[in-house]
């Protein structure tokens, strides 16, 4: 489904729901010029993510992850806030929406104005850094200078332990406490809704199936079809900012 039948179908499905869950991916935050992974065109097609393993095992590979960190920071930093992240900070705000899980590591949801507390990363943050043993904060800024004048790799400064952009990467254990959140609000929801993940990276791409599972009204609103598309009660093959914006009234 598309164009203005979408966003009736789409305002029917919230309008009807008692307690929303919304679930976001890289979709959402292409329309605020972060390109995502799995669009033509995307990340993905250019270069393979380091995994976490191998990060870990090699300098060259940290020096790597750190220069393309460096290279896309700028993207991410000049970013703001669409109106598919307006219409999902309304949605919270209003308390048709219990809290937002998200896969995205941009920032966005929290610069739309909702509270740190009810964003759930289950992929984390790469605004920031972080020693991965005994989680010290780093800010960017203070890595950048001695990696690019002489690529020093950051040690912490407390227990001399890697320091990795927050973020989950492939090959990296979850979150427990955020997984744990993230399927309780599945689980609390009577309408689950889809937005811009191509539902393909476990476990977070679970949460849907749980949610449908539980009796939950399951909504995808994707560019491109998903391999869940035929287990969802409605699926929006259009854009988020458009359908989701027009569907809650957002600005
Ligand atoms: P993905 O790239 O696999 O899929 C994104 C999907 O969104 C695609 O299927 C595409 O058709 C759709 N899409 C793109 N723009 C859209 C729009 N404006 N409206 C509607 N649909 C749109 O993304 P994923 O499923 O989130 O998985 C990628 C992983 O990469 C995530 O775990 C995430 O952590 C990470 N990632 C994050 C960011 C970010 O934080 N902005 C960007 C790239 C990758
Ligand atoms: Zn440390």
Sequence with gaps: MQGPDAVAALAGELAAATRIALFTGAGISTESGIPDFRSPGGIWTQMKPIDFRDFIASEDMRREAWR?????????????????????????ATGRAGALITQNIDGLHQASGIPDDSVIEVHGNA??????????????????APFESNGTLPHCRWCNGIVKTATISFGQAMPQAEMRRAETE????????????SLVVYPAAGLPILAKRNGARLVILNREATDMDGVADLVIHDSISDILGAAVGAA
């Design 127 to 144: 605004t920031y850094a972080h020693c991965l043993d005994c989680k010290t904060r780093y800010e960017l800024e203070a890595i950048r």
């Design 186 to 197: 599945a689980l609390a929801a009577d309408c689950f809704v889809v937005l811009g993940s």
């Design 68 to 92: 393309r960190k460096f290279a896309s920071d700028p993207t991410m930093r000049a970013a703001r806030p669409n109106r598919g992240h307006r219409a999902c900070a309304h949605l919270v």
